[in-house]
């Protein structure tokens, strides 16, 4: 099956076209902002404009634009195209790419949250969640996460801060989809968020 992979959710933005387990083309790159714009296109320069029977998409968690963006476009090829749609953990692909890199092993990955906070989550040597995405603060995040392996664009930050590991910088990249073990990937395409919205509603408020 032919699989169109969107992945939006970090700083980084990516996608990429499968035949089977063979990568057709990519493309991959590290934004910051501006998603939005740049996604489209780059799917729309893949060969045959990315068309597939299926569609993985990053679910988060990361950047609430991000993540709702991608999610969308996967949403919409999918019904345009008559096309099967699966999501995934961003944290999981992470975990996935530092496995191909660094064997089978336990790998924490730590993504920059909001506020100050990092989104942290923990997976066992064979891509087994161990630790659901979460947001924690910085020294909550040192004291939570003990694999030797850190993953992630803050993964320097929580070697430094623990005193002790290897880190690994990476940020998700959909050309690591080959490597995500298939029971990652789920039907639900709902946002991981990590983290309470900002924004109360005015009941939680105490406002009329």
Do not use: N
């Amino acid at each position: 099956m032919r699989t169109l992979v969107i992945d939006s959710a970090t700083e980084a933005c990516s996608v990429a076209l499968f035949e089977g387990d063979d990568l057709l083309a990519h493309d991959h790159r590290v934004l910051g902002r501006g998603h939005a714009e740049r996604l489209v296109p780059m799917i729309d320069a893949l060969p045959e404009k990315g068309r597939a029977g299926r569609i993985a998409v990053a679910r988060g968690p990361g950047s609430f634009t991000g993540v709702r963006v991608g999610i969308a476009a996967a949403r919409a090829l999918a019904l345009a195209w008559q096309a099967e749609i699966a999501g995934y953990a961003t944290h999981a692909l992470i975990a996935a790419m530092a496995r191909a890199e660094r064997g089978a092993q336990p790998i924490s990955v730590c993504t920059r949250g909001g506020h100050g906070e990092w989104f942290c989550a923990a997976y066992d040597g064979d891509g087994v969640e161990t630790l659901a995405p979460v947001s924690l603060k910085p020294d909550d995040a040192a004291a939570t996460l003990d694999a030797e392996i850190v993953a992630g664009g803050e993964a320097v930050g929580l070697v430094d801060r623990r005193g002790r590991g290897t880190a690994v910088p990476l940020w998700p990249d959909a050309r690591g989809f080959s490597d995500l073990p298939s029971f990652a990937l789920s039907s639900e395409c709902a946002p991981i968020y990590g983290r309470d919205a900002d924004a109360k509603p005015l009941a939680e408020q105490g406002r009329k």
